[in-house]
C-alpha cells in the first residue's frame, strides 16, 4: 500500500554496503538503522516477535510517542570547526594515500554556516518511515478512523527541524491512508518540548557553568584522547600540535555527517579506526552524561514537567477506558536527545553504577549509557497503556524495542505498579520549584 516508499527505493538511498566501521560509535549523530539494522533491508519493516500486547486479550488504548527529530545538518559551530579542519587539511596536508589524495582533490567543502541543524531529506524519510511502522504496530491506535477524527495529538518544539520532523510524520500517515487531502495541524508547545530552556536553575548551574562540564575537558587531555590526536595528526602527515581535540571531533563529524546525510562512506573516515572511535564515542557520551543525563540532579529533574504531562495523559486514559472510550487515542511529540535524555534519566533508564568520568574510560566499556544505542536521530521512546483482563498494563518501548523499567521484571507490568515505582516523582517532581533559583542569585554555581 506504500507505493511512495518501495523496497528497492529504499535499498537505493540507504545500502547495506558502504557503512564506515565507526557509524555504530556515532553518538548522538548516529543514524536509526544502525540501532535496527533489520531496516536496512525493508525501512518499513516491523518486528511484530518484539512488539507484542502483554498477552491476547489485551486491547491498547492509548499510546504515547516522545521522539527526536530526524537526521540534521551540522550545528554553525560545528561547520564552523569543520571547516577550520578542511583549510588546515587543503593547506598543509601532503599527498599520501588516496583517500587522503581524494579530500583534497575530490571531496568539496559543502557545509554553509546557515544548514545550522535543519532537517535534510533523509530526516524527512526517517519520520515518515516511522509514521508507517508505528501505525504497523498499533494499527488500532495509529489508524485512520483515529486520525481524521482528531483523536492524533501532535506536538513539537518550535525549533525548524522538529517542526519539519513533526509535518513529516503526518505525511507518513497521510501517504499510508491516501487522506492527503485533509489538513491537520500540530501545536508547537516549548515549556514541554525544550523545558531545559526555561529551566533556569538548569542554565545557572549547567548551560552557563563552564564547570559542569570539566569532565568533557578534562577527557581532552587524557591520554586515550591524546593518542587518538597522534593517529589522526600521522594518517594526515600533519604535525602532532596542529591537530587539536576540536579538529579530531571535526573530522569525526564529517565522517558521521556524511554518511547520516548522504548515505557516503567519505574518505574522512580513513582518519579514524575502531579504537579510535570508541575513544570519540565515550568523548560524546561524557557530554551527554553531564549535561543532559545522570551527571547533575538538575539535567533529570528539569524533565519533570513533560513527565507529568506523559503521566497525566495515561491517567486520563486509564480514567476514561473505564467508560468505554479515550478521547485522545495517540499523542506525538516531538523534541530533541536533550528531550529524551534527561526524561529517561528522570525515570532511571540506563543508569550505570559508576559515574562517566574523564579518567575511567577504561572501566566503562560496558556501560549502558550509550548515547549511539539510546539517543540516534528520530530516536522514541514508546508508551503504551493496555486494557486487559487483569486491570490496565503499561510497555514501554524504546527505539522500537520493549524496554523493562528498573527494578521492575515484567515487561508490561500492571499500570498501578509502575504508578507506586514512580510515586515519589508521581507526588513531587514540581517543575517550578525544582527549576526556581534561590533567591540570592547563583553564588554557589561553582561548586557543583
Ligand atoms: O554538538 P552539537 O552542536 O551538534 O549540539 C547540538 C545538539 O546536538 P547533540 O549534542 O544532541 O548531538 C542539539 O540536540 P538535537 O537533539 O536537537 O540534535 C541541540 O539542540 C543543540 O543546541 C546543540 O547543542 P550545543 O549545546 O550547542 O552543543
Not at 594515500?97 to 557545509?111: G, N, P, Q
Not at 501545536?187 to 563552564?210: A, G, S, T, W, Y
Not at 571535526?250 to 565522517?255: G, T, W
Request: glycine residues 4%; aromatic residues 10%.
Amino acid at each position: 500500500r506504500v507505493s511512495y516508499c518501495s523496497v528497492e527505493t529504499v535499498q537505493v538511498l540507504y545500502p547495506r554496503k558502504n557503512i564506515p566501521a565507526l557509524a555504530k560509535y556515532f553518538g548522538t549523530k548516529a543514524r536509526y538503522e544502525e540501532v535496527n539494522p533489520y531496516l536496512l533491508d525493508d525501512i518499513l519493516a516491523v518486528n511484530k516477535s518484539l512488539l507484542k500486547p502483554p498477552s491476547v486479550n489485551c486491547i491498547p488504548v492509548h499510546l504515547t510517542a516522545v521522539i527526536r527529530h530526524g537526521t540534521r545538518y551540522p550545528t554553525t559551530k560545528n561547520i564552523q570547526k569543520m571547516h577550520r579542519l578542511y583549510d588546515l587539511v587543503s593547506r598543509e596536508a601532503t599527498n599520501g594515500e588516496k583517500w587522503l589524495r581524494d579530500i583534497k582533490t575530490e571531496w568539496k567543502m559543502w557545509y554553509t554556516e546557515d544548514m545550522d541543524g535543519q532537517i535534510v531529506e533523509k530526516g524527512r524519510d526517517d519520520h515518515r518511515h516511522l509514521a508507517v511502522r508505528l501505525a504497523r504496530s498499533f494499527p488500532s491506535l495509529i489508524s485512520e478512523e483515529n486520525l481524521r477524527s482528531n483523536r492524533i495529538k501532535f506536538m513539537t518544539s518550535s525549533k525548524h527541524r522538529c517542526v519539519d520532523s513533526t509535518v513529516a510524520f503526518i505525511e507518513g500517515l497521510k501517504n499510508l491512508w491516501e487522506v492527503k487531502d485533509l489538513d491537520f495541524s500540530h501545536e508547537v508547545n516549548d515549556p514541554l518540548m525544550r523545558f531545559f530552556d526555561q529551566c533556569r536553575r538548569f542554565i545557572e548551574h549547567v548551560e552557563k557553568n563552564k564547570n559542569a562540564l570539566k569532565e568533557v575537558d578534562l577527557f581532552k587531555s587524557t591520554s586515550e584522547m591524546k593518542r587518538v590526536q597522534r593517529n589522526v595528526a600521522n594518517r594526515l602527515r600533519l604535525q602532532y600540535s596542529k591537530v587539536t581535540p576540536d579538529l579530531v571531533e571535526a573530522a569525526f563529524y564529517l565522517c558521521s555527517y556524511e554518511f547520516s546525510i548522504k548515505s557516503v562512506n567519505s574518505p574522512w573516515c580513513n582518519l579514524f579506526d575502531e579504537v579510535d572511535a570508541k575513544v570519540l564515542e565515550y568523548a560524546n557520551d561524557l557530554k551527554q552524561y553531564w549535561k543532559r543525563g545522570y551527571g547533575h540532579d538538575i539535567n533529570r529533574k528539569s524533565s519533570c514537567i513533560l513527565f507529568h504531562d506523559v503521566f497525566s495523559r495515561l491517567d486520563r486514559a486509564a480514567h476514561e477506558i473505564r467508560f468505554g472510550h479515550v478521547t485522545e487515542a495517540v499523542t506525538v511529540q516531538v523534541g530533541h536527545a536533550e528531550t529524551l535524555l534527561p526524561l529517561l534519566s528522570l525515570m532511571g533508564f540506563y543508569k550505570d553504577e559508576t559515574p562517566l568520568t574523564a579518567d575511567n574510560y577504561a572501566l566503562q566499556g560496558n556501560r549502558t549509557f550509550r548515547t549511539s544505542r539510546i539517543v540516534p536521530y528520530a530516536a522514541n521512546l514508546v508508551f503504551v497503556l493496555y486494557d486487559c483482563e487483569e486491570g490496565l498494563r503499561l510497555q514501554f518501548l524504546l527505539n522500537e524495542r520493549p524496554l523493562t523499567f528498573p527494578s521492575i521484571s515484567h515487561s508490561a507490568p500492571l499500570y498501578e505498579t509502575v504508578r507506586e515505582h514512580y510515586k515519589d516523582l508521581l507526588e513531587g517532581c514540581n517543575f517550578e520549584e525544582e527549576c526556581e533559583l534561590p533567591k540570592t542569585s547563583c553564588s554557589k554555581c561553582s561548586e557543583l
